[in-house]
């Protein structure tokens, strides 16, 4: 694989990631499950490691995410990044982040079905995208996306 070569594929998957966290911050869930494979999978973590939520399938990522965040204004970074590039159709990348919901003071917090998320009035998080891309007809998507926790903060 060329120098050229490694750099698109960077860029392309840089690009990927500012779509997801644009689409997440726009409330766009299902332009955000659709960067997924079909059968791609999504699981934030906490601090310690626990699963908060496991999503699989762009319907179960659209509508657990769109559920979680309610109408909370959503706010998530995007900062260094690694990529270890396996071939010209896979990669794994690791992504710096922070991520912020502040729910309205008339929205309701409450405990998902199904999750290990307490019912929050803001979450403000730092911590690490870990994702798995494929290339599927020329075209780059998440396989797997597990977000890690250096630090996570609630009020409630």
Do not use: C
């Amino acid at each position: 694989m060329t120098a050229l070569e490694k750099l698109e594929i960077t860029d392309q998957i840089r690009t990927l990631m500012a779509r997801y966290v644009h689409n997440a911050d726009s409330k766009n869930f299902n332009a955000l499950a659709k960067l997924f494979t079909e059968n791609g999978t999504f699981m934030p973590l906490d601090v310690n490691g626990t699963p908060l939520l496991q999503m699989s399938g762009r319907a179960e990522i659209a509508n657990k995410i769109s559920t979680s965040v309610g109408q909370a204004t959503a706010i998530h970074h995007l900062f260094s990044f690694e990529l270890n590039i396996q071939s010209h159709e896979k990669t794994h990348a690791v992504f710096a982040m922070e991520d912020h919901l502040i729910r309205p003071v008339n929205e309701e917090s409450k405990v998902l079905i199904e999750s290990n998320v307490p019912a929050f009035r803001t979450l403000h998080g730092f911590g690490h995208y870990h994702g798995d891309f494929v290339k599927i007809e020329e075209t780059w998507y998440i396989e797997k996306l597990v977000q890690t926790r250096l630090k996570l903060d609630f009020t409630y």
